[in-house]
């Protein structure tokens, strides 16, 4: 683990030396300035020559363009499951592209979509026996999005064209998933957005009132209540779904308590409203199981997921459909006239296949759900220092949110959050943790380590993160 000497007042300034030259003989860093467009990126950085260039990855590690030898602790993006540098994901891709690399699934099929859809079907618990194929999150919710609509319109009810997602939710930037989305900040620069959503509360406890602090399962209810009162108040039958991640992202991994997804599925049930779990992050493992909404004991009747399912090596995604969903689509003269060029390439294919067969020989399901109670407890132990609130989670996904009284759960200054915020990735990454210290509310260090981790990964993660923070802690 490296040494720092930095501070909160000055964060550490990490440099990214040039790795290479592009084939036209332009120094990498400045061709990145030049024509690389980074996502959610201030380009003015990379303009200076500012380009953190990862070069290679293996395992739960990847190295920068500096020689760094940096621990993934955010999975790429709550992405690579089975981790870097996987012999057997490329030679899957290698062999299909060499047989097929390329056909749509529209009105044609392909055998690595045919298998990977009887797969994926046969192991999503219930009656979820139909795979709608994209190219990556963002897509799948809006997939699920206009296939509510579309579904409504088809059995009788083109009137329920509403939909309710929860508050500081993140459901992607497509047009439609940022109307679900709930960050401010994200959704302004686009408005007018599609009309017709609203948002309910989200399950987080930590920042309830005082009088549900002890009491969860009375939380779970008024939080899931406000479901139905936002049913009844835009009516109903105009009411088509209610999407909901199984542990919410934004914010910091926001567990939901007991008895909440019950009494979200009969709200549901009793409105004649589609359940929508939005798995993106959630599914592949990330929780415990292969889908969350397993783990967590409730049944919907769409499941979006993406970024596990291939564990990053090929952009795919995929919607998973109830029969109930699917049965007005069986009719001669039906379609749902909606899809992607490459969604269900035959490549992207045949990797997930190859990546769910890892899950599979190497047990991992088992391993998260062996390990992840072990690596909750080596979290807790960070509760010492005196400005770690709340460690919340499941499986390999958990939050770690900073606050300036853990006993009263004050809330930093917003001058306070941003000096942390500043300091804090600089400062992981320095000392050999990639993770995130999310921007979208409270001070919340999300992380997300390969599946393939364990105890010995999981005691690196802590002595990293008690090291970066106890400098926090002696300057606050």
């Known amino acids: 683990m490296a040494t720092t000497t930095s501070s909160l007042s000055n964060p550490p300034v990490i440099e990214h030396p040039s790795s290479g030259f592009t084939p036209a003989g332009t120094p990498r860093s400045e061709a990145a300035g030049r024509h690389l467009w980074g996502h959610f990126t201030q380009q003015s950085q990379w303009e200076r020559g500012v380009v953190p260039t990862i070069v290679r990855g293996e395992g739960v590690y990847f190295w920068d363009s500096a020689g760094r030898k940096i621990f993934d602790g955010l999975s790429g993006l709550f992405t690579v499951q089975v981790g870097h540098g996987r012999a057997e994901l490329a030679e899957a891709a290698a062999r299909q592209a060499g047989k097929l690399g390329f056909f749509p699934v529209w009105g044609y099929a392909h055998e ?3 298998d990977l859809a009887e797969q994926l079907a046969n192991a999503a618990p219930g009656a979820l026996n139909h795979v709608f194929y994209t190219t990556g999150g963002s897509e799948a919710v809006e997939t699920a999005y206009k296939l509510a609509k579309h579904y409504w ?3 009788g009810k083109p009137n ?4 309710i997602s929860r508050d500081g939710a993140y459901h992607g930037t497509t047009h439609g998933a940022l109307s679900l989305t709930r960050i401010a900040s994200y959704q302004q620069p686009f408005e007018p957005l599609v009309p017709g959503v609203t948002q309910v509360a989200n399950t987080n406890i930590y ?5 549900y602090w002890n009491d969860p399962e009375a939380f779970g209810r008024a939080a899931a209540d406000t479901i139905e009162q936002r049913i009844l108040e835009e009516g109903a039958d105009t009411v088509a779904a209610f ?3 199984p542990v919410q992202n934004s914010g910091g991994c926001f567990v939901p308590p007991p008895g909440y997804f019950a009494r979200i599925r009969e709200i549901c049930d009793r409105y004649d409203v589609l359940l929508v779990s939005d798995e993106v992050i959630c599914s592949y493992g990330r929780t415990g199981g292969l889908f969350a909404y397993e783990d967590l004991g409730y049944e919907p009747d769409i499941v979006t997921s993406s970024k596990g399912l291939a564990s990053g090596y090929v952009p795919i995604g995929a919607v998973l459909v109830s029969d109930r969903v699917y049965e007005p689509y069986r009719k001669p003269g039906v379609y749902f006239p909606h899809g992607y060029t490459f969604a269900g390439n035959p490549v992207a294919a045949a990797v997930a296949l190859e990546n769910l067969a890892i899950f599979e020989r190497e047990g991992l399901v088992d391993r998260v759900r062996e390990n992840g109670p072990i690596f909750a407890e080596t979290l807790n132990k960070l509760r010492d220092i005196p400005f770690v609130g709340d460690i919340r989670g499941a499986g390999y996904f958990y939050g770690i949110e900073l606050t300036r ?3 009263t759960r004050e809330h930093f200054t917003e001058q306070e959050a941003d000096r942390i915020r500043a ?3 600089p400062a992981l990454y320095e000392a050999g943790l990639y993770c995130r210290a999310d921007d979208r509310g409270d001070v919340v260090l999300q992380l997300a380590p390969p599946l393939i981790s364990g105890p010995r990964e999981f005691d690196e993660i802590e002595g990293i993160l008690r090291h970066v923070l106890g400098t926090i802690a002696r300057e606050l």
């Open 153 to 155: 319109g088809l059995v």
């Open 160 to 163: 329920k064209t509403k939909v």
């Open 243 to 245: 999407f909901v991640e």
């Open 112 to 114: 690595p979509a045919i």
């Open 423 to 425: 300091y804090l990735n």
């Open 207 to 211: 920042r309830a009132e005082a009088k």
């Open 405 to 407: 009284d853990p006993e």
